[in-house]
Structure formats: C-alpha cells, structure tokens
C-alpha cells in the first residue's frame, strides 16, 4: 500500500491570491494524480504528473490556473492560481500502486480550499 | 474507458446486506471492473476489482454476470461505517487515471 499525506488539509483563502498544495508519498511511484471534486459532486481529473515531463491536463483545466511539480518520484505540488469562490473544492492526490495482480488507487485526505 | 450506470442513492438496513448494482453495458474485454468508496471527508478508498469471475474480499464481494454488462457489489452485513458514496469504474489495469461517475450513496439506517 501507500500512504500519501497532503498539507494543508484546509485553508480560507482570498480571491485573487494562490495556494499551493503539498502531496507527499511514501515510496517510489510513476505517475501521480490530481483531482478536484467541487460541493458535493464527483471526483474531477485535472491533470497526471509525470517525474521529469510536464503534466498532462485534462479538458478544461490548464496549466496557468494549476500549475504541477513533480521534483522526484514521492512528491508533488499542485497551485491553484488567482482564485475565485469558484475554485473552492477538495482537491485530492492519487497514485496507483501495484501489489502484485492487484492495481488499485490511492489517495490523500485532500485538501478542503474555500475561498473567499 | 466504459461509462457506468449507477442508482443515485440506496438506504440498508444495518445487520443486512447491501447489494449495489452497477451497468457497465460497452465495457470491453480487457477492462476490469473496479468499486471504490467515499466515506464522508476521506479521500476514495478501493474496495475490490474483478475481470470476469466473481471476486471476495475481507470487505466485499463482486459479481459479474456472465456477460460482463453489469455487477454487483455486496456487502455482506453493512455497519453504520459503511455509510458512503460507492463508486463503480471499469478500466484497464495499470497507470490509468480513475474516471469516476456520480456513484451510489448508500445510507446504512440502524
């Protein structure tokens, strides 16, 4: 298994200003996972991060509004940038761990952002 | 990856089981079906995953018709602590993002 902590956990933050998200992982993983899931909706893909490659967005979500780090193979940064009360959602790492036959997906706490 | 369908919402009894459908109708032959869970301020949790036989776990079981258009998740004997949003994903085994629909919330009633 993996276990990933992310800090914060939560913030209020005001408009206009930027917060960066810490996602750190206990072992060595390939490809790490950042997605949004606004009030009580599903969790929304925003991009995968690569070590050493630039990460790869989804549709609808680009890099000067969520720009990624991947400095090594445990951790990543997530920043949402100039916010507005729109962006206020739990935004959550992930990585896939490979036990074997099994592959399944783990994630952090999140982080809960409002923003206002 | 195959979308899924699922009921927005079920309510359990607690002591009883749980039985969560899923259709997975376009699912193709070499996609896994995988159930997560969302407890209440957690990040998903993985439950189990099959391809095409029926699959148990310590915390569930998955059974997949014969087909593969459709499966069940059980919960054998639901606890209050299994009250979550429960999430059906087919996909490809290995470095594949989760897509994740809207889910089941089952509400366990004691």
């Known amino acids: 298994s993996a276990v990933i902590s992310q800090k914060p956990s939560r913030d209020i933050c005001q408009r206009g200003t930027s917060l960066t998200i810490q996602c750190q992982v206990d072992?060595?993983?390939?490809?790490m996972f950042w997605y949004r899931q606004q009030p009580g909706q599903s969790l929304t893909l925003i991009a995968t991060?690569?070590?050493?490659?630039?990460?790869?967005?989804e549709s609808g979500f680009v890099i000067d509004k969520f720009p990624i780090s991947r400095p090594n193979l445990t951790f990543s940064t997530l920043t949402v940038s100039n916010m507005s009360p729109e962006d206020s959602s739990i935004y959550l790492c992930?990585?896939?761990?490979?036990?074997?036959?099994?592959?399944?997906?783990?994630f952090g706490q999140g982080t809960r952002l409002t923003v206002v | 990856d195959a979308k899924t369908t699922q009921p927005p919402s079920m309510d359990c009894a607690e002591g009883r089981a749980a039985n969560l459908p899923c259709n997975h109708s376009?699912?193709?032959?070499?996609?896994?079906v995988y159930w997560y869970r969302q407890i209440h301020s957690q990040g998903p949790q993985y439950i189990i995953h099959?391809?095409?036989n029926n699959e148990t776990n310590e915390m569930a079981s998955l059974i997949i018709t014969e087909d593969r258009k459709s499966s069940t998740l059980i919960l054998p004997h639901a606890t209050l602590r299994d009250t979550a949003v429960y999430y059906c994903?087919?996909?490809?085994?290995?470095?594949?993002?989760?897509?994740f629909g809207k889910g089941t919330r089952l509400s366990v009633i004691a």
């Open positions: 992930s990585v896939e761990g490979d036990t074997g036959i099994n592959t399944e997906a783990f």
């Open positions: 072992s060595q993983v390939t490809m």
């Open positions: 991060a690569n070590q050493g490659s630039e990460a790869t967005y």
């Open positions: 376009t699912i193709s032959g070499n996609e896994y």
């Open positions: 099959g391809l095409k």
């Open positions: 994903i087919v996909l490809n085994s290995g470095n594949t993002p989760l897509v």
